[in-house]
């Protein structure tokens, strides 16, 4: 009975034993927590958090934003990085005040040109200058090719080289006509524009005299002036001429009067020879400018002064600027004037005398400060504008094409309002 006993209890004790072996083998267990601690691994899936720096553009989701507090602690360092996101945003959203600045700029009323009337006046600085020519007056526009017939011009030898440069460029852009310019001088130019009525234009270096009107008026003309341009008179030595640099008005009053007959009479320093003086003649408007700007301050009258011109010795005329420029050149103690344009082709030639300091040039003509400068002219009259087409289409041609060829001839263009003025009289003429 003992026997089956202790047999019965090592079977159970065999049982039990093998009852309890899995939960024996501890090893095995560890293996398996690593697998659900995986899961743990599958938290920082809320690496997905960047999902939340959406949540600034939805305002209510960014409490979602609180799960990544249930990972390991690096999520939450993750989760901060939304915050970063917000904070970017502002110093972006900050640019578009930099750009606003440079735009911002000081707006003024806007300006209708169609509602605006009255004259506007503008002068100062040379420099500047080039930029106003674009005058405001406009002319309708001329078809050369379209004109017909022909034009005869007579007048100012310093306005001819002017004249001459529009003709042929009138005849360069198709006209087929014959345009006829007569250099005679400003005086006899007038004569016949207004005692004959020989011509359709007068060229004039001066502007015209009460008594030329009053002529052109007892043929039935009502003289028109044109302001074409601005010359500068220019006195001129030889080039051996090594004393004469530069002279006041008042000495040049004197150097061409009967006060004076040596060159030590003006200033002992100079020589103690004789002054060899040519001048343009009396028909020429150099002349009668000479006159008014010199002589007449100094003596007076215009009278007196050209007396006093006409009187001195060792005195040479000529309405021929050629004439004067050869004579001048042939002494050192010769002296002579004319237009600017003449000694701008000299100029190898001949010297120029400064005028109280300042020498011609384009910039002291165009700014005023050299004292023999002069406005050019040509004259017409509305009737013979419109009886004879030509004649108003060349002025109008004229009137547009100057400023573009004035300084290559030699002279400098009128101002702005002096061109406006001339386009307004030939529309007001064509009326």
């Not at 690593?34 to 999902?51: D, L, Y």
């Not at 050369?144 to 017939?149: A, D, H, Q, R, S």
């Not at 003596?299 to 007396?307: Q, R, S």
């Not at 002494?331 to 000299?346: C, D, T, V």
């Amino acid at each position: 009975m003992s026997h089956k006993f202790v047999v019965l209890s090592l079977l159970v004790l065999v049982l039990v034993v093998s009852a309890c072996a899995p939960a024996a083998t501890p090893a095995p267990a560890p293996t398996v927590a690593p697998q659900q601690a995986q899961a743990p691994t599958k938290a920082p899936e809320p690496t997905k958090a960047p999902e939340p720096t959406k949540a600034p553009t939805k305002a209510p989701e960014p409490t979602k934003a609180a799960e990544p507090t249930k990972a390991p602690a690096a999520a939450p360092t993750k989760a901060a990085e939304p915050t970063k996101a917000p904070a970017a945003a502002p110093t972006k959203a900050a640019e578009p005040t930099k750009a606003a600045a440079p735009a911002a700029g000081v707006k003024l009323p806007a300006v209708d040109p169609l509602k605006v009337t009255g004259n506007i006046v503008t002068a100062g600085s040379s420099t500047v200058f080039p930029l106003a020519p674009a005058a405001g007056v406009k002319l309708p526009a001329v078809d050369p090719l379209k004109v017909t017939g022909n034009i005869v011009t007579a007048g100012s030898s310093t306005v001819f080289p002017l004249s001459e440069r529009m003709a042929e460029r009138f005849k360069d852009e198709g006209y087929k006509g014959n345009i006829t310019i007569d250099s005679i001088g400003t005086g006899a130019g007038l004569e016949r524009f207004c005692k004959t009525g020989e011509t359709d234009i007068a060229n004039a270096s001066r502007a015209i005299k009460d008594s030329e009107i009053e002529n052109c008026k007892k043929i039935s003309r009502d003289p028109v002036e044109f302001r074409v341009g601005t010359d500068a008179l220019a006195v001129v030595v030889s080039k051996d001429n090594k004393f004469l640099k530069d002279v006041t008005l008042e000495q040049l009053a004197k150097i061409y009067s009967t006060g004076a007959e040596k060159w030590s009479d003006i200033d002992p320093s100079w020589p103690k020879e004789n002054i060899l003086r040519f001048t343009p003649g009396t028909d020429s408007g150099t002349f009668d400018y000479f006159v008014e700007a010199v002589m007449t301050p100094a003596f007076k009258t215009a009278d007196a002064g050209k007396k006093e011109i006409l009187g001195a010795k060792n005195l040479q005329l000529s309405e021929d600027d050629n004439v004067l420029v050869k004579g001048v050149q042939g002494s050192p103690n010769a002296i002579g004037y004319f237009g600017y344009a003449y000694y701008q082709e000299n100029k190898d030639k001949l010297n120029a005398v400064a005028v109280k300091g300042v020498a011609p040039s384009d910039e002291t003509a165009e700014n005023g400060k050299y004292p023999l400068a002069r406005p050019l002219f040509i004259y017409s009259t509305g009737k013979i504008m419109k009886d004879k087409p030509q004649v108003g289409n060349f002025i109008n041609f004229y009137l547009t094409n100057v400023n573009d060829d004035i300084k290559k001839v030699g002279y400098f263009p009128a101002s702005a309002a002096a061109l406006d003025a001339a386009r307004q009289n030939w529309l007001n003429a064509m009326k």
